[in-house]
């Protein structure tokens, strides 16, 4: 369910070359877990944060991308390697957008974990937050 939120977003990679604009709610946020995700990053849990396409513009720079899998694109930025975006196929009109990133990501937080059966068995999930073993069910 989207969260109730109309603001206008922005957010941008490490050295603030590339920059971005959200200009309509986000929906879902989520750590993910999988193993993809931690080797993209280099962390052990990268959290999303689902909003339409149609709602998401780069507004400088260029951000590189990369096919991931089969199925599934992520964007970095290619002069300071910061994580920005994760864009899956099978949800074309969706993207995720890497909450760290966001200038304000405390406004943000997580209502789910996702691909837990990656999850790392020293890492302490928060327990009032739902947890799936692989993919989020969505809307």
């Known amino acids: 369910m989207a969260k109730p939120d109309n603001d206008i977003h922005e957010g941008g990679c490490l050295c603030s070359a590339v920059r971005y604009r959200i200009t309509g709610p986000v929906d879902r946020v989520g750590h993910c877990h999988c ?29 590189a991308t990369y096919r991931s899998s089969a199925t599934a694109k992520r964007q970095f930025c290619p002069a300071c390697g910061s994580s ?31 691909w837990t059966t990656s999850k790392l068995p020293w890492l302490r999930l928060d327990e009032d937050l739902p947890a799936f073993a692989d993919f989020t069910p969505g809307p």
């Open 35 to 63: 193993r993809m995700c931690q080797r993209s990053s280099g962390a052990v849990v990268v959290t999303w944060a689902t909003v339409l396409l149609t709602h998401f513009e780069v507004t400088k720079g260029e951000p």
């Open 84 to 114: 920005l975006t994760f864009w899956y196929e099978r949800k074309p009109g969706e993207i995720d957008v890497s909450v760290g990133t966001l200038d304000h990501p405390e406004r943000h937080p997580a209502d789910h974990h996702n």
